[in-house]
């Protein structure tokens, strides 16, 4: 099957979370299986290609129109790399906006993004179908649906939405409607409109196909008021047809026994280089050396409030109290870089912080911390837990979304589980399951090391969910009466009947 990746950002390309990793590894994965696939990002600055391949597109604007072009980024891993190339809109600093703020004209770059991704079909390369990614690839089946409903090139491509966070949205002021040309009947409250405004992640949850989410816990929670950000009615309207599949970890790049860019290579076997890689993070810190004596708590993570950081402040005194360290590796909401940065001074001898976006850094804390905290107040997937079960290093997480799905709580009877997951969003609890996990760290040497290769022994690879992916893909197909290569290969076929997508709130990711 012809399959088009349309998101944001991706490595190896562009990155400011999660999104990149599953944008690389997911298509990479599927092409493994004999998919032909294509990725369509935005040319950030610093975003190489090697061709054009389509010199000018036309796309209505502010009354009158852009040219953009489409560059050709090449192959990569068995996929096909373009991107939308309008400097004037692109190649800027960062990708969506600096220092905390928004760009202003993010309604009409992701616009932009989102009417190039149906021109790219037409112009450059027609796939079976169109796999989006978070608000702003939105307006892809919006417009798919309405303004090209009557184009016989595109009307029946079939369109998946994965929401990869709800909490971003693409809200825009009723002007960028007419701004990027929207044809009016979409602002209304079964459609675009929301609250007022233009919001277009609910273009995606709306019009598109099938709608999926990073994990089945997910899936489920954003059907709530406490998790949907608003949109949790718009998400039990279309639950027939959204799922949860579980994100997988790219072992490629994150596996203790092959990584370079740690100390040393360890494994479950032999996890003695593990000690050499918490020597060398102490280090990259310029923590005091006998840090290493002392558990080493890490984080990587966007300094967001969906993070956990609220949390992290009520319980910095009596956290950092502990005879322990804490390294912290990350960037984002201005308010939470000073709160890390304060915190840093208050206990230089006991807190790392690095204010940056450094992939070597976050290896190194993956590999040389003893435990790495996620106090998510939600978590849609998250990868950072289910790296650091590879790497040996214990999670400590709040049960929401991917979190939940993706560790096992440790059972001191039974010696099984992988981490250590506390309930309810409260400092308190966070504070006293650390402390048990520390307990366990000091105490109890044998549980601790059964804890780390439990998790060490998870196979959370891409193969699972490429699988169920696919299948999607398929009913989507057959859904829109779409023809694929892979559909008429089993035309043939006795058993061509197409299993159906795992339905919403099944934890159907059996591993
Ligand atoms: P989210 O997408 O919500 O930020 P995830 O856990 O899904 O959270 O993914 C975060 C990804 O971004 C991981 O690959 C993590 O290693 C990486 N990351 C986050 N912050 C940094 C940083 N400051 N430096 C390097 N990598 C980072
Ligand atoms: C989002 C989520 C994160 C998820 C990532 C990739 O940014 O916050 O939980 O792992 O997307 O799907």
């Known amino acids: 099957m012809k399959i088009l990746f349309a998101a944001p950002e991706g490595l190896p390309f562009s990155k400011t979370g999660g999104l990149a990793d599953v944008i690389e590894a997911l298509p990479k994965a599927l092409a493994a299986r004999g998919h032909e696939l294509a990725v369509l990002l935005p040319r950030y600055r610093n975003t190489r290609a090697i061709a054009v391949a389509a010199p000018s597109l036309t796309i209505p604007m502010d009354g009158a129109a852009r040219f953009p072009q489409i560059a050709d980024g090449g192959p990569v891993h068995g996929v096909h790399y373009y991107f939308l190339d309008d400097p004037e809109y692109f190649d800027r600093e960062q990708l969506y906006g600096v220092a905390g703020k928004d760009y202003p004209d ?46 016989p090139a595109v009307q029946s491509l079939p369109v998946i939405f994965t929401v990869h966070n709800m909490g971003y949205q693409g809200a825009f002021p009723r002007e960028a409607m007419k701004k990027l040309g929207l044809p009016e009947v979409l602002f209304s409250m079964d459609a675009l409109e929301f609250y007022g405004r233009v919001n277009f992640l609910k273009g995606g949850l709306v019009y598109s196909d099938f709608l999926t989410t990073v994990s089945p816990k997910y899936a489920r929670e ?95 005194p009596d956290l950092l109290a502990e005879d322990l360290a804490l390294v912290a590796l990350g960037a984002g909401e201005p308010r939470y870089e000073k709160l890390m940065r304060d915190l840093q001074k208050a206990y230089p001898a006991k807190l790392g912080v690095q204010i940056k976006y450094d992939n070597t850094l976050a290896h190194k804390i993956e590999a040389g911390a003893d435990m790495f905290l996620m106090p998510s107040h939600y978590e849609p997937c998250g990868l950072n837990q289910i790296y650091s079960l590879k790497y040996g290093t214990v999670p400590v997480v709040r049960a929401t979304g991917g979190l939940d ?54 196979d959370f690879s891409w193969q699972a969910s490429a699988i169920e992916y696919a299948r999607l893909y398929e009913v989507a197909c057959k859904s829109r009466n779409r023809i694929t290569a892979t559909s008429s290969n089993q035309a043939g076929a006795k058993s061509a009947k197409i299993p159906p997508a795992a339905p919403t709130g099944k934890g159907s990711h059996g591993r």
């Not at 079909?121 to 417009?143: E, N, S, Y």
Request: charged fraction near 25%; proline fraction near 4%.
């Open 222 to 316: 954003i059907q709530t008021p406490e998790y949907g950000h608003g949109l949790d009615g718009v998400v039990r309207n279309r639950a027939a047809t959204l799922s949860g599949i579980l994100n997988g970890a790219d072992y490629i790049a994150w596996n203790p026994e092959k990584d370079n860019l740690i100390a040393a290579r360890y494994s479950t076997k032999d996890l003695s280089g593990k000690m050499a890689c918490k020597k060398n993070l102490v280090e990259a810190f310029g923590l005091p050396g006998d840090t290493v004596r002392k558990p080493v708590i890490g984080i990587v993570s966007r300094f967001a409030g969906q993070k956990g950081f609220d949390l992290i402040e009520k319980i910095a």
């Open 405 to 458: 799905d993706t560790i096992e709580a440790f059972d001191p009877a039974t010696g099984n589980g992988t981490g250590f997951k506390f309930q309810a969003y409260d400092g308190n609890a966070l504070l006293v399951k650390i402390r048990e996990a520390l307990h366990v760290y000091r105490n109890d040497p044998a549980s601790w090391r059964r804890i780390q290769t439990n998790g060490m022994g998870k």
């Open 106 to 151: 993010n309604a009409e770059r992701f616009g932009e993004f989102s009417r190039a991704v149906i021109e790219f079909c037409k112009r450059v390369w027609m796939p079976d179908l169109i796999h989006c990614h978070d608000w702003q690839t939105g307006l892809v089946p919006a417009l798919l649906r309405t303004e090209y409903a009557g184009d």
